[in-house]
């Protein structure tokens, strides 16, 4: 536990519950694959001191005073950013990917133009179009989908939309894919129609900055990301961009969406990159693709239907259809077994988004609390036994305890 005193002395309740979340990221395999743990030092960065100070405006050019250490800070942050990802210029004030995403369409469209981006059933995001998100309300959408056969991203199908509908912007990146995104043929397809191309890598982040996926940022006009996804910071976005458009992608973020930075998670992110920028972070980036490869064998070995029949990058989906199983009981039954995913949609689900039939799943935290391709057969294992008996109860609290003695070995960065 880390010491929280004052908290615990003035607020008994809230910090019974820190205490009781910090007790199951530790007993837990968490294989969300959006979630990680960070380290002690970017907890500390974000729960410092900066949190009290308003920086609205860029380092040099701010509207309170006061700013003497914040504007060092968030150039630290920026320079660490345009260092380990080679952009051009770098905005980290994004409050998280979601407000990032935002500010890349008020830099470059008017509401009514059109965008065009992976659909949220086939593995896209909420903002890259869906009807339920802004992206979607103010926007004219044109969804490409996965292909039917193969679960892969068809160039030739996207081109052929792209030349029909003529995007104003055309999204690259995704939450559920479980392969890499071929950059140069989006880059072509923006070529041929004259459109922006906004790669946005907050689930795999991660995997660039490691080197195990390529990179968007020589072939993308703007790319937008999260911190703390694969990228192992504190929860925040982060936007990089050719320098034509970096004024416009500044202006966008403040003052277009956003007011005033916060400054504590600013810190945060400059940590997180100089973890992301050592030696050590590639070979974590690495292991967690051999960790999802593992993973995959193990289960397909097991009669699991993987979408496209494996993962290149750090995650899974999987049809549970075969198994006769909605993604859902499986979900829970995992997660009472102490394994923790979600449910989620496959390509072409047949059951609706609340219950759909399949699960989603990445090895970006386990990775980082240090399993490797043995844990992995091991989770496997009791995956299988979790999904084929959802409901037998004794051998789920077996296979918690289980769990619970596998992850004592492997304490997680930032959990004592
Ligand atoms: C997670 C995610 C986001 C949004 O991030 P938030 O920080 O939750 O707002 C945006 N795009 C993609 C592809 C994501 O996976």
Redesign the pocket.
């Known amino acids: 536990m880390h010491r929280m005193e004052n908290l615990k002395n003035y607020d008994s309740e809230i910090y019974s519950l820190i205490e009781k979340e910090e007790k199951r990221q530790f007993d837990k395999i968490r294989m969300i694959a959006?979630e990680n743990y960070v380290s002690k030092a970017v907890l500390e960065a974000s729960g410092s001191v900066l949190t009290n100070k308003y920086s609205e405006g860029y380092a040099g050019k701010r509207y309170y005073e006061g700013q003497q250490n914040i504007d060092e800070i968030e150039t630290i942050a920026i320079e660490r950013a345009k260092e380990l990802f080679g952009a051009d210029h770098a905005n980290v004030q994004p409050y998280?990917?979601?407000?990032?995403?935002m500010a890349v369409y008020l830099a470059f469209i008017k509401p009514g133009d059109t965008i065009m981006g992976l659909a949220l059933p086939h593995g896209?995001?909420?903002?890259?179009g869906s009807k339920v998100s802004i992206s979607g309300k103010y926007f004219n959408v044109v969804s490409y989908e996965l292909d039917k056969e193969t679960g892969l991203l068809n160039y030739g199908t996207i081109m052929e939309l792209a030349k029909e509908h003529k995007p104003k912007i055309i999204v690259a990146?995704?939450?559920a894919y479980p392969r890499q995104l071929d950059f140069k043929k989006f880059r072509e397809i923006a070529d041929e129609v004259g459109a922006i191309l906004f790669v946005?890598?907050?689930?795999f982040a991660g995997l660039v900055a490691g080197g195990v996926h390529p990179s968007p940022v020589p072939y993308a006009d703007v790319v937008?990301t999260?911190t703390?996804?694969s990228l192992r910071g504190p929860?925040?976005?982060m936007l990089l961009c050719k320098e034509e458009h970096a004024k416009a992608i500044d202006k966008a973020v403040f003052p277009g969406i956003q007011g005033g930075p916060h400054n504590h998670t600013t810190a945060a992110i400059a940590v997180a990159l100089k973890e992301a920028l050592e030696p050590s972070f590639k070979d974590y980036a690495a292991q967690i693709v051999k960790n999802a490869k593992a993973l995959a064998d193990a289960l397909k070995e097991k009669g699991y239907n993987l979408i496209t029949g494996g993962t290149d990058n750090h995650l899974l989906l999987i049809d549970l259809t075969n198994k006769n199983v909605t993604g859902k009981i499986a979900a829970k039954a995992l997660d009472n077994a102490g394994i923790v995913l979600n449910y989620n949609a496959v390509p072409y689900d047949t059951r609706k988004p609340f219950d759909p039939s399949g699960i989603r799943l990445g090895t970006s935290s386990v990775t980082s609390r240090g399993f490797r391709e043995n844990e992995m057969l091991m989770i496997a294992d009791w995956m299988d036994q979790i999904i084929s008996n959802p409901e037998d109860e004794k051998m789920l609290e077996k296979i918690a305890g289980d769990v619970k003695d596998l992850c004592a070995k492997f304490p997680p960065p930032g959990l004592d």
């Open positions: 959006s998280s990917g979601s407000p990032a995403n896209g995001h909420l903002t890259h990146g995704h939450s946005d890598m907050a689930h937008s999260t703390h996804k929860r925040g976005g």
